[in-house]
């Protein structure tokens, strides 16, 4: 029943566990300035709920996943397409990364671990309540690491691939190989070279590449799968 009362943070749960919803429903109600709206067991319901004229919740408490791995995620997505001033913060039993820089990329504003304090969950709805362009510290700060990972990568692939295009067809073959895992004996008898000339070659694609040793290189490269940016036919000869 609606308390009706101006100033009343209403929330809207949706978990597809019941103990879980009841532990926060009871945690919320039990607020003076706090109620519950809905209590709703699956994505679809929650958007069903809203579409059919379902009271308008300040903040939505959305479980990630549900009926579905991603259901949580889908749900956000919609209502904030729909009712960008409800804020919406994700349940999740652990903090998955990449999981919540997608939800926050669909709407979602922070998380709660469903473990948590009491004390806690009330003070992140009212935080969330309170301040008009509240983005979560934490998965703002995730959202930010993931952001500098992603540029660092793009940034060391260009340096790789402008620093690899200064090998020779030769030099090619031979470092495709090492990536592959071939000893020297192996890559000089495809070649065929000899062992000291391939270890020739191999020195002159370490120093190219700024490496001390192969297994430094290869590990590196494979970090980057820089491989997969090369057509390897254009260097089958020379």
């Known amino acids: 029943m609606s308390r009706n009362r101006e100033g009343t943070i209403k929330v809207m749960l949706c978990d597809d566990i019941k103990s879980v919803r009841d532990y926060f429903q ?89 473990d948590v304090e009491p004390q806690t969950i009330c003070a992140t709805l009212r935080n969330a309540k309170e301040n008009e362009h509240f983005i979560g510290s934490i998965i703002r700060e995730k959202t930010r690491e993931k952001l500098n990972r992603n540029r660092t990568m793009e940034i060391s692939l260009m340096f790789f691939i402008n620093k690899m295009s200064k090998l020779t067809n030769s030099e090619w073959r031979i470092l495709r190989q090492l990536y592959e895992g071939k000893k020297r004996r192996e890559i000089a008898r495809t070649e065929v070279l000899s062992e000291e000339t391939v270890k020739l070659h191999i020195r002159h694609i370490l120093r190219k590449l700024g490496f001390e040793t192969s297994r430094e290189m290869v590990d590196y490269l494979k970090k980057l799968n820089i491989m997969v940016y090369f057509d390897w036919e254009a260097v089958q000869g020379e």
Do not use: F, W
Request: proline share 2%; with cysteine.
């Open 26 to 114: 009871k945690t919320i109600d039990a607020q003076e300035d706090m109620e519950v709206v809905c209590a709703a067991s699956s994505g679809e319901e929650a958007v069903s709920y809203l579409a059919d004229g379902g009271e308008l919740p300040d903040i939505i408490l959305m479980d990630i996943q549900m009926e579905e791995e991603k259901a949580g995620i889908s749900a956000t997505q919609k209502i904030h397409g729909q009712y960008p001033g409800i804020r919406i913060l994700m349940l999740t039993i652990h903090a998955n990364d990449d999981l919540l820089i997608e939800a926050y990329l669909a709407g979602a504003v922070d998380y709660i671990v469903k």
